[in-house]
Nanobody
Framework: VQLQASGGGLVQAGGSLRLSCTASGRTFNGLTMGWFRQRPGKEREFVAAIAWTGRAKHYADSLRGRFIISRDNAKNTVYLQMNNLEPEDTAVYYC???????????????WGQGTLVTVSS
């Protein structure tokens, strides 16, 4: 599976961005999709995950309510809507795909290249 993330950029605090990640190379269905991020000087951390049906979603506690994950299986695409962004959200955001369900990066077999989100104060 190849994953291509897009949608990053520069935004002011309080603004919104929507990230997209499109998969190719094999069927999208059946895969759990996740978003992770790596902030400057920090380790990669879990952001959100969505089951292949779209019914089950899981968020990092600190991001619940501001970030929304969704997917369109017909387009092989997963989205991350980020609202009320804060400078602390500045990071490289990665999408990932896997056959299991979880918030650990080790549970995801496939990774995109990352897209940079910069939030200015």
């Amino acid at each position: 599976v190849q994953l291509q993330a897009s949608g990053g950029g520069l935004v002011q605090a309080g603004g919104s961005l929507r990230l997209s990640c499109t998969a190719s190379g094999r069927t999208f269905n059946g895969l759990t999709m996740g978003w992770f991020r790596q902030r400057p000087g920090k380790e990669r951390e879990f952001v959100a995950a969505i089951a292949w049906t779209g019914r089950a979603k899981h968020y990092a506690d600190s991001l619940r309510g501001r970030f929304i994950i969704s997917r369109d299986n017909a387009k092989n695409t997963v989205y991350l809507q980020m609202n009320n962004l804060e400078p602390e959200d500045t990071a490289v955001y990665y999408c990932a795909a896997g056959q299991s369900w979880g918030s650990s990066s080790s549970e995801y077999e496939y990774w995109g290249q990352g897209t940079l989100v910069t939030v200015s104060s």
